[in-house]
């Protein structure tokens, strides 16, 4: 049983409720705030920084980047009724520039659900952000009745555009839900 919730755990983290945050690091936070929001919509909360460690070994440590790393600052943002997230601005020796691609190991996307996709994908086109493709619309398997699009952040970050407003097919197989940002209650 687990104390915090009263649920029966099986495995798993003891007191487990959800995912609180996602970090992301960003070549200038103040051009991706902007994007997230204006663009996006998303509502920044508060900043921590500059972090280091000059003489030790803290940033290795606790973070697993080079001990010289710096953070500039991040930045927490919350966006509507999803998980957190923050974004980092960092400066560290041999640092990559480039971000990853969804095929490469560590590539990642955000995926942000909104009630009316095409009103969305104008205002996204309309901020002159770059589209990947048409939308796509799944008429069959678990994910029939969602539209997607994935669209590019000024610095190359992949994000993804969604929407299932009429649910899921999976959903007429099964009373269990994945969690919808429209329904956080359920």
Aim: aromatic share 12%.
């Amino acid at each position: 049983m687990d104390e915090a919730t009263g649920e029966a755990r099986l495995s798993g983290l003891p007191g487990l409720r959800g995912m609180e945050h996602v970090g992301i690091t960003v070549p200038d936070l103040e051009e991706a705030t902007r994007f997230f929001v204006e663009v996006i919509g998303c509502e920044v909360f508060y900043d921590i920084g500059p972090i280091s460690d000059e003489q030790g070994d803290w940033m290795l440590r606790q973070l697993n980047v080079p001990p010289r790393t710096r953070i500039h600052k991040l930045r927490f943002f919350r966006c509507g009724h999803g998980s957190n997230f923050e974004l980092f601005e960092y400066e560290a020796p041999e640092q990559r520039q480039e971000p990853p691609r969804n095929c490469d190991i560590g590539g990642h996307h955000l995926a942000f659900y909104v009630d009316d996709f095409d009103a969305a994908l104008e205002h996204l086109r309309a901020h002159g952000v770059t589209v990947l493709g048409e939308p796509t619309v799944r008429d069959s398997g678990p994910s029939a009745g969602q539209t997607w699009v994935y669209f590019l952040s000024p610095w190359g970050m992949q994000l993804e555009l969604v929407s299932f407003p009429e649910g899921k097919g999976y959903e007429k197989l099964t009373e269990r839900r994945l969690w919808h940002p429209a329904y956080p209650e359920q």
